[in-house]
């Protein structure tokens, strides 16, 4: 099956400052990905869909100025966590379909973000 | 808006048993599918099952098969001979084709007993 990695899958950082995770198709080409955040032992939340070539589009309430999300090219889609503060700890998780099959989306394995 | 309600937190089963985990949703769209993903202890979501709306029959994976009622919208799963490794947390989620988005219920912790 289709792989989606992510990477740091695990990181700590200082309150105030930035934290980049990303999201790779590793054997497909992705125009379209999604991030989400989890809370623990909560559902997955849709944050922004990123759109290769175009301005990601961002859900409701999500702050797109703290939540930066580049989608550089048909297989990454970064997101930035900009001045991070502890409230931003969470697991972060991607997805991305395949193009031309969207009810088949392959998820990344998550990235566990810490702000001490 | 579409929304997916599931509305056992937490359900628990004997090895080898069987177990049905309900789903709701709300949509006012004709064509669409259904998922029921997994996320065990490594957090890493799984697909489970599929189902097409515009499909009478309902979908079979193994021992994971559900219960798709269009009109009553309703979704459920059912894990036959249950495993340890079934152990998880399962998600029902609705795919908005326009928007290409999943929308996913609140979730179930499933629990296997030895």
């Known amino acids: 099956g289709a792989v989606v990695s992510q990477h740091p899958s695990w990181v700590i950082c200082k309150s105030g400052t930035s934290v980049k995770i990303e999201c790779r198709s590793l054997d497909f080409q992705a125009t379209t990905m999604f991030w989400y955040r989890q809370f623990p032992k909560q559902s997955l939340m849709l944050m922004a869909t990123?759109?290769?070539?175009?301005?990601?589009?961002?859900e409701q309430g999500v702050e797109k100025d703290k939540f930066l999300i580049n989608h550089a090219s048909l297989t990454l889609s970064t997101l930035t966590v900009t001045s991070a503060h502890p409230e931003d700890s969470s697991f972060y998780i991607c997805?991305?379909?395949?193009?031309?099959?969207?009810?088949?989306?392959?998820f990344g394995p998550g990235t566990r973000l810490t702000v001490t | 808006a579409q929304t997916v309600t599931q509305s056992q937190p937490e359900m628990s089963v004997q090895e080898a048993e069987t177990v049905t985990l309900s789903c709701t949703y709300d949509t006012s769209e004709s064509d669409y599918y259904l998922f029921w993903y997994k996320q065990p202890p490594s957090r890493q979501m799984i697909l489970v099952i599929r189902?097409?709306?515009?499909?009478?029959q309902n979908a079979t994976e193994n021992r994971f098969s559900v219960n798709f009622q269009k009109a009553a919208k309703s979704f459920s799963l059912k894990i036959s001979d249950s495993q340890l490794g079934d152990a998880a947390m399962y998600f029902c989620?609705?795919?908005?084709?326009?928007?290409?988005?999943?929308?996913f219920g609140q979730g179930t912790r499933l629990t296997i007993n030895p």
């Open positions: 990123s759109n290769e070539g175009s301005k990601a589009t961002y």
């Open positions: 189902q097409e709306a515009y499909k009478q």
């Open positions: 989620a609705y795919l908005i084709q326009g928007a290409q988005k999943l929308v």
């Open positions: 997805s991305a379909p395949r193009a031309g099959a969207m009810y088949e989306q392959y």
